[in-house]
C-alpha cells in the first residue's frame, strides 16, 4: 500500500504474478545475451568483418607452426638443417610477431562493440522500467533498480571479451589443430580433442559453482543497495526523531550481512584453485608425452616443435579457455536476474493491435462499473461517470477514499480489476498509452520538479520548444519570469529549482507545474490536490488561474478545498471506494448530504 496525495493506493493488483524462476542453460542464456550485441548497428557488416580478419591473424601462427614444420620436413641427419631451420624460425617468428600485433587490434574492436551492446542493454532496461506498472515502481526500492544497471556493466565487461576474445577464436584453432594433426599424423589430432574437452569439461563445473555464487552475490548485492538508498533517504527523519545513531546501525547491519555473504562465497571459490592448479601442472606434464607418442611418423624436429607449440602457447590458452568458460557462464547467469527484469509481464503495456487515439480533441471520459482491488481490499466499487468533451469534474471525499486512483486508472498507470473505461469511446487499453496521455496536462500535489532552470522544468512540457513559447506559457500561469539573469528579483529562465523545486517557494513551484501543463497544452487537465499546502492567498490565486486556463477544457480536478468546485460541471463524492453523492455544486448543497456536511466543516473550521 502506497500513500501518495491524500489517497491510499492499492500497488500490485494490476500486476500479473511473476513467470516461475526456472534455471536457463548456458546455450539459452548465451544466445539471449548475445542478441544484444547483434543489435547493434554494423554488426554483421563492420563488427563481423574486421573480427573474422582478426581471428584469422591469430590462427595464422598455429598454421604456421603446424603446416610449416610438416612442410619443411625437417631432419637433423640432413646436411642442409640450419638453412631450413633459419628460414622456417623467421617465418615462425614473424608469424607470431603478426599475431601479437593483431591483439590489440582485437581488444579494440571488442571493446567498441562491448560499450555498444552495454548501451543496448541499459537501453533495454530502462525502457522496462518506465514500461512497468506504477505499483511495481513504488514497491521496489530505487537502490535494486540501480545495482541492476550497475550490474549491466560488470556483465558486458566479462562476458563479451570472454566470449569474442577468447572462445571463439581457441575454438576455431582447436578445429584446425584437430583436422590437420589427425591428416598429417594420425593420432595427434586426437591428443589435441582429449586436451579441449578435459579442460571445457573441468571449466564449465567449475563454471557452474562460480555462477551460481555470483547469482546470489548479484540478488544480495541489489537488496544492501537498495536498503542503503532507503537509508540515504531518510536524512531529515532520522533528525526528526533523534534516531541517527539507530539508522546508521542499521546501514552497518546490511553492509555486514552483504559481506559476510560475500566472503563465504570468495572462501567456496578459492577452495576451487587448488585443483585447477593441480590440474594444470599434470596436462603440463602429460601433453608432451602424448604429443611425442602419438605424432606416427613424424621427424624429431616436428615433435619438439609441435610440444614447443602445445606446452608454450595452446596449454596457455586452453587455461584462459576455463577463466573464459567460468566469465561466459557467470555473465550468463547475472543475466538470468537481469532477464527475469526484462520478461516482466505488464498488464498496463499496449495490446497487440493498439491504434493511436485522434489527436486534437478535447475527449470524452467515462468510467463503467470500474473496481478496482488489492487484495481482500477494493479501492475502488463500481464506480461510474461521464465526463462530456469541455466539461469540468470535481472529484472529493476523504482521504483514502481511491480519488487519486481515478486518475492513476485513467493514465493507465494501474489497470481496473473490472469494468472499462473510454476516451472518446474507445476503450484506454484498445489505443496506444503515448496516444493516450499525449491528451492529459497533468498538475499534482507533489510539483515534480527536478533539479534544473526554470527553462529546462517548464520546457519539459514540449521538449524543443522556444524561450518565447516557454515565457508565455508562464505567463499563463501566472508566474512573473524574466528572460534574462537579474531580471525580475532572479525570477528567470536561467533560475535553478534545486532538488524537487528546493529554491522555489510552494506557490513558485506549483505555478513551474502549471506552466509546464500549459506548454504541453493537453486536451484535458488532470488536477490533483494542486493546491494542497499552499497558504490561502496563494492557494485562492492558483484556482482563479486554473479555472481561467481550464474553460475550452475536459478537466477532472481532485481537491480537499470542496469550495473551489463551484464552477464544476458535475462533482462526485467518494466514500469507501463507491460513489455516496452526485451532482453539481448547487445540488450537493442543496441535499444537504455528506459534501454539505464536510463543506459546512471547513467553513467552520477557517
Known amino acids: 500500500m502506497v500513500e501518495k496525495g491524500g489517497d491510499a493506493i492499492a500497488v500490485g493488483s494490476d500486476v500479473e504474478a511473476p513467470p516461475e524462476k526456472r534455471t536457463i542453460g548456458i546455450w539459452e542464456g548465451l544466445l539471449y545475451l548475445n542478441g544484444f550485441f547483434t543489435q547493434v548497428d554494423g554488426y554483421y557488416t563492420a563488427f563481423m568483418g574486421r573480427y573474422v580478419f582478426l581471428v584469422a591473424a591469430h590462427l595464422q601462427f598455429a598454421i604456421t607452426v603446424s603446416v610449416g614444420t610438416y612442410v619443411a620436413n625437417i631432419d637433423l641427419d640432413d646436411g642442409l638443417i640450419q638453412q631450413k631451420i633459419y628460414v622456417l624460425v623467421g617465418v615462425i617468428a614473424g608469424s607470431y610477431l603478426l599475431m601479437q600485433i593483431a591483439k590489440p587490434f582485437r581488444e579494440a574492436l571488442l571493446m567498441w562493440y562491448r560499450v555498444k551492446g552495454g548501451e543496448t542493454i541499459g537501453t533495454a532496461m530502462i525502457a522496462k522500467i518506465f514500461n512497468l506498472p506504477l505499483g511495481e515502481i513504488t514497491t521496489t526500492p530505487t537502490g535494486e533498480f540501480t545495482q541492476l544497471l550497475v550490474q549491466n556493466g560488470k556483465i558486458t565487461e566479462t562476458f563479451h571479451p ?190 497487440p493491435g493498439a491504434v493511436e487515439l485522434a489527436p486534437g480533441i478535447s475527449p470524452a471520459i467515462e468510467f463503467k462499473n470500474v473496481v478496482f482491488s488489492y487484495g481482500e481490499r477494493v479501492i475502488l466499487d463500481d464506480v461510474s461517470f461521464k465526463v462530456d468533451a469541455g466539461s469540468r469534474l470535481g472529484v472529493v471525499g476523504s482521504s483514502g477514499c481511491g480519488k487519486s486512483t481515478i486518475m492513476k486508472l485513467l493514465l493507465r498507470f494501474y489497470a481496473p480489476t473490472s469494468g472499462t473505461i473510454t476516451v472518446n469511446g474507445q476503450d484506454i487499453y484498445s489505443v496506444t498509452a503515448d496516444s493516450l496521455r499525449s491528451l492529459f496536462s497533468v498538475v499534482t500535489q507533489d510539483s515534480q520538479l527536478f533539479n534544473g532552470t526554470i527553462r529546462e522544468n517548464i520546457g ?147
Open 460 to 606: 519539459y512540457g514540449k521538449l524543443g520548444s522556444s524561450d518565447d513559447d516557454i515565457l508565455h506559457a508562464a505567463k499563463l500561469a501566472e508566474l512573473a519570469l524574466g528572460a534574462t539573469e537579474g531580471e525580475n528579483n532572479d525570477m528567470n529562465l536561467d533560475k535553478p529549482c534545486g532538488e524537487k523545486g528546493a529554491h522555489l517557494s510552494g506557490g513558485q513551484q506549483q505555478r513551474v507545474a502549471l506552466a509546464r501543463a500549459m506548454l504541453k497544452n493537453g486536451m484535458c487537465y488532470l488536477l490533483d490536490e494542486p493546491t494542497t499546502g499552499l497558504d490561502g492567498v496563494v492557494a485562492r490565486q492558483l484556482q482563479d488561474t486554473f479555472d481561467e486556463i481550464t474553460q475550452a477544457s475536459s478537466t477532472i480536478m481532485i481537491t480537499h478545498h470542496l469550495e473551489d468546485l463551484k464552477n464544476a460541471d458535475q462533482i462526485i463524492y467518494l466514500d469507501q471506494g463507491k460513489i455516496l453523492e452526485h451532482g453539481t455544486f448547487d445540488e450537493l448543497v442543496g441535499a444537504k448530504g455528506e459534501f454539505y456536511s464536510q463543506l459546512e466543516a471547513r467553513k467552520r473550521a477557517s
Open 162 to 351: 570472454a566470449f569474442y576474445g577468447i572462445a571463439i577464436p581457441l575454438c576455431v584453432e582447436t578445429l584446425f589443430l584437430f583436422i590437420f594433426l589427425s591428416a598429417a599424423y594420425k593420432y595427434a589430432g586426437m591428443v589435441i580433442l582429449v586436451l579441449f574437452v578435459t579442460f571445457s569439461t573441468v571449466g564449465y563445473i567449475t563454471a557452474l559453482r562460480m555462477s551460481d555464487r555470483s547469482q546470489n552475490e548479484l540478488r544480495n548485492g541489489m537488496q544492501m543497495f537498495g536498503k542503503l538508498v532507503g537509508y540515504m533517504a531518510s536524512y531529515e527523519r532520522a533528525h526528526y526523531f533523534g534516531n541517527v545513531d539507530h539508522t546508521i546501525g542499521l546501514v552497518r547491519d546490511a553492509i555486514t550481512e552483504y559481506n559476510v555473504n560475500r566472503y563465504n562465497d570468495k572462501v567456496g571459490e578459492l577452495s576451487e584453485e587448488f585443483p585447477m592448479l593441480m590440474f594444470g601442472v599434470v596436462c603440463h606434464v602429460l601433453a608432451p608425452v602424448l604429443i611425442a607418442l602419438s605424432m606416427e611418423g613424424s621427424t624429431l624436429f616436428q615433435r619438439l616443435a609441435m610440444i614447443g607449440y602445445v606446452v608454450g602457447v595452446y596449454l596457455t590458452e586452453l587455461q584462459q579457455f576455463t577463466t573464459a568458460l567460468a566469465q561466459i557462464r557467470t555473465g550468463v547467469s547475472d543475466f538470468t536476474v537481469v532477464r527475469e527484469f526484462l520478461e516482466r509481464p505488464n498488464a498496463v503495456g499496449d495490446r
